[in-house]
């Protein structure tokens, strides 16, 4: 299906809109944001049935026009642990900010899923945020310019956006 086609992007944003409440009535409860339920997100807004963490490499198309490659990721279940992991433990130490802009960008950055990478990044950043009280715009959240990731002054601006963000 074409991403350009006007129907092909109202579904996209149903699917984004229904994994943005999802996200907001489990993130207040008793579940956790884990690799399990990162890929569950996931699966909301793609609406895949099979497996959809990425196992081999691929070449992904910048907003610049700069093309990036994603070598091969062995196991990216445990990653994905290991990225959420730190950003709680981050965001515990009253580092709040520092922790989504982390989760955000290692999730963008690892390309971990076949599809919907960056709107995942969305969601767990905004689980992550709400798990500790903090409010923002999912929908702005999408639509903020993140350039590339790997210049740090881009690192740096998302970390302020996020911040700005706030409810």
Not at 6 to 14: C, I, N, S
Not at 99 to 111: E, F, N
Request: hydrophobic letters at 40%; a neutral charge.
């Amino acid at each position: 299906m074409n991403s350009k086609n006007p129907l092909h992007k109202q579904l996209e944003q149903q699917k984004f809109e229904h994994a943005v409440l999802y996200v907001s009535n489990s993130s207040r409860g008793i579940k956790k944001l884990t690799s399990s339920e990162l890929s569950h997100l996931n699966q909301l807004l793609t609406g895949a049935q099979e497996e959809t963490w990425r196992l081999d490499s691929t070449e992904v198309q910048l907003p610049t026009g700069k093309k990036v490659q994603f070598n091969l990721v062995n196991n990216p279940i445990s990653l994905a642990r290991d990225i959420i992991g730190n950003a709680f433990q981050k965001a515990g130490n009253q580092e709040i900010f520092e922790a989504a802009s982390y989760l955000y960008s290692q999730l963008v950055l690892w390309h971990l899923f076949k599809d919907a990478n960056r709107r995942t990044a969305v969601l767990a950043t905004l689980w992550l945020l709400q798990e500790f009280d903090v409010e923002i715009n999912a929908e702005k959240l999408h639509h903020v310019p993140i350039g590339d990731l790997r210049d740090p002054s881009n690192l740096e601006s998302l970390a302020q956006r996020i911040r700005q963000l706030k409810n």
